[in-house]
């Protein structure tokens, strides 16, 4: 995952299933030095990130329930700070929805 003024990318997720253990390896991608984003899912059971720029840090999240969880920034980093946010669906342990993500309001499926 990738995260840059003003947004993540991928900005929602599907296909993550009750129990998984889900890694968001988020990396900030801007170029000036005082611009840290904040990374968090609402709802879990840790901390947030604070990730620097040009650095990747990684968040381990093991959804407890179904349902759909927001994914934000944390810290403010400009004007366009709320804008930073997307969705993850979890669905129960024996859902067959493939996962899958969105860019931008592109889908994208992982290959095999």
Not at 5 to 13: M, V
Request: glycine share 8%.
């Amino acid at each position: 995952m990738t995260a840059v003024r003003s947004h993540f990318s991928p900005d929602n997720i599907e296909g993550v299933r009750l129990g998984d253990e889900v890694y968001f390896h988020v990396t900030n991608l801007e170029q000036d030095w005082d611009v840290p984003h904040g990374f968090g899912v609402k709802g879990a059971n840790n901390a947030e990130l604070l990730i620097m720029p040009g650095e990747t840090t990684t968040l381990k999240w093991q959804p407890d329930r179904v349902g759909i969880f927001p994914m934000y920034c944390t810290d403010f980093c400009s004007a366009l700070h709320q804008e930073m946010q997307g969705y993850i669906r979890v669905s129960p342990a024996s859902s067959k929805v493939p996962l899958s993500f969105t860019l931008g309001g592109n889908s994208t499926q992982p290959t095999k």
